[in-house]
Nanobody, 122 residues
C-alpha cells in the first residue's frame, strides 16, 4: 500500500527556512493529489498546500502564500515543502497526505504520514 514518510522538521528562528520532504512509495502517483497539512497544539488540522502529481499544478492556503512552495520529484517519488520567512504561528506537526483523484464516489486524502515537527521560536 501507499506509504508516506516525512522528514526535515526541526527548530528554527523566526524568519528562518526549512525544507520538508515526504518520501512516497507503494504506488504510481500519476492520478494523485499530494498535500501538506499541519496541526498546531490545541487546533484542528489545517490544509497548507497541494499539488497534482501529474501536472504539477499547485494550490496554497492563504496563510502560506508567498512563503511556502510545494513541489515534487517524480524520479525520487518525493514531495517537498520549502518554507521561508517562518513565523511562530507556523509551529505545528506537518503531515503529508495522498488522494487518488480517480477514487469513487469522491477523492479523499486516504493516506497519511506520521508527521514531522516544525517549531519556530519567537
Amino acid at each position: 500500500q501507499v506509504q508516506l514518510v516525512e522528514s526535515g522538521g526541526g527548530l528554527v528562528q523566526t524568519g528562518g527556512s526549512l525544507r520538508l520532504s515526504c518520501a512516497a512509495s507503494g504506488r504510481t502517483f500519476s492520478t494523485y493529489v499530494m498535500g501538506w497539512f499541519r496541526q498546531a497544539p490545541g487546533k484542528e488540522r489545517e490544509f497548507v498546500a497541494s499539488i497534482k502529481w501529474s501536472s504539477g499544478s499547485t494550490y496554497y492556503a492563504d496563510s502560506v502564500k508567498g512563503r511556502f512552495t510545494i513541489s515534487r520529484d517524480n524520479a525520487k517519488t518525493t514531495l517537498y515543502l520549502q518554507m521561508i520567512s517562518l513565523k511562530p504561528e507556523d509551529t505545528a506537526v506537518y503531515y503529508c497526505a495522498a488522494a487518488d483523484r480517480s477514487s469513487t464516489p469522491s477523492p479523499a486524502y486516504d493516506y497519511w504520514g506520521q508527521g514531522t515537527q516544525v517549531t519556530v521560536s519567537s
